[in-house]
Nanobody, 127 residues
Framework: QLQLVESGGGLVQPGGSLRLSCVAS????????IGWFRQAPGKEREGVSR????????YYVDSVKGRFTISRDIAKNTVYLQMDSLKPEDTAVYYC????????????????????WGRGTQVIVSS
């Protein structure tokens, strides 16, 4: 069974850092793209970043460029999201999701294009 499990969320002050992990099981990471999404209370789910398991190519939405870094560890079947210079507006539940077949990102990350989802991990950025 395909499964994704996120971890690493928590409470941090503005300007702080967190590293989120997404452990995949039941499938090989190199056959999929993995995306990170977030959802704040009262708002719709939005894409944050994506990585191709096959070659490690990455994509970021403008709001996190230069602050967030997505990476993968094929041996551990894990995708990470390093979040630096965190802002209060980054507060949300963060989800990882798997996409198959892999698609080229044009205008953004769309939740409907990802089939498998983790349960999420909460990130709160507050002073």
């Amino acid at each position: 069974q395909l499964q994704l499990v996120e971890s690493g969320g928590g409470l941090v002050q503005p300007g702080g850092s967190l590293r989120l992990s997404c452990v995949a099981s039941g499938f090989t990471l190199d056959s999929y793209a993995i995306g990170w999404f977030r959802q704040a209370p009262g708002k719709e789910r939005e894409g944050v970043s994506r990585i191709r398991g096959s070659d490690g190519s990455t994509y970021y939405v403008d709001s996190v460029k230069g602050r967030f870094t997505i990476s993968r560890d094929i041996a551990k079947n894990t995708v990470y999201l390093q979040m630096d210079s965190l802002k209060p507006e980054d507060t949300a539940v963060y989800y990882c999701a798997a996409q198959y077949p892999v698609r080229t990102v044009h205008a953004g990350l769309l939740p409907d294009e990802f089939s498998y989802w983790g349960r999420g991990t909460q990130v709160i950025v507050s002073s």
